[in-house]
C-alpha cells in the first residue's frame, strides 16, 4: 500500500473499548501514513528500561502498586511528540484516557508542536462495538502457549475444538479475558471514557465508527475520514 505525504495526517486519537480493534487500525494508518503510532505502555516500559529521570520515578510508583500520576505520563509523552517522526502527525492509542489529559494535549500541541500555519487539532475517532459482540470477541479469545497463535472459539476456531492448528498445543485463555474480568474492565471504561468523549464531542472532533464490521472496511472509512480532515 502506498503511503500518504505524513505531513498532512495531524494528530490522530484512538477511542474505544478493549477488543474493538484499536490496535490492529493504528497499526494500518501508521503504514499508510508513514507516521508512528504511541502507545503510553509502551512509552512507560521504555523510560523504565533506559533508566530516564521518568522511569525510574515511574518504577518506584508501580512497585508500590499506585497508579502513574498524570504528570509522569505527561513528561513521557511530551517527550516522545517532540521527536522529529511526530512532526507531520501520529497516532496516540491509550493517551488520553481522560478530559484532563485531553485538555493538557490540547494546551500542548497549541502551544509547542504546531505554529499558525500548521495548527492541527487532533481528529478522534472512536470505534463502538456493540456490548454482546465485545464479550464475544474477548472472552471467545485463546492462544496457543508454545507458538502463540491467537484464536477465537466463535469467529477463527481451531479445526480441533482447544487445541493450536500448527503444533496441537492446548489452547490457554488468559485471566484477562474472563467474563467476570471482562464485565469489570467494560464497566470501568465506560466510567471512565463517557467523560473524555464529551468534551471531544463539544468541540466537534469526535468521529464515531460502527466496528462490527470488516477490518478493511472500517480501515477505508477511516483513511476517508483523514484524508477529508487534512484537506481542509
Known sequence: MAVETARKVGPVVML???GAG????????????GIPQISTGDLLREHVRR???????????????????DELLYGM???RLREPDCRP???????????????????FLEKELFDKSEKCPPVVIQLNVDYTQLLLRLTGRRSCPTCGTIYNIHFQPPRVN????????????????????????LA?????????????QARGRLVGLNADRDVEEIMAEIFG??????AK
Open 89 to 107: 502527525g501520529f497516532i496516540l492509542d491509550g493517551f488520553p484516557r481522560t478530559a484532563a489529559q485531553a485538555g493538557w494535549l490540547d494546551a
Open 188 to 200: 470501568a471504561y465506560e466510567a471512565q471514557t463517557k467523560p473524555l468523549a464529551e468534551y471531544y
Open 16 to 18: 474505544g473499548p478493549p
Open 162 to 185: 482447544e487445541l493450536c492448528d500448527l503444533d496441537g498445543s492446548k489452547l490457554v485463555q488468559r485471566n484477562d479475558d474472563r467474563q467476570e474480568v471482562i464485565t469489570g474492565r
Open 225 to 230: 475520514i483523514l484524508d477529508s480532515h487534512a
Open 51 to 69: 533508566g530516564t529521570e521518568l522511569g525510574i520515578k515511574a518504577k518506584a510508583i508501580m512497585e508500590r502498586g499506585e497508579l502513574v500520576p
Open 77 to 79: 509523552v511530551a517527550d
Open 22 to 33: 484499536k490496535g490492529t487500525q493504528a497499526k494500518k494508518m501508521a503504514e499508510h501514513y
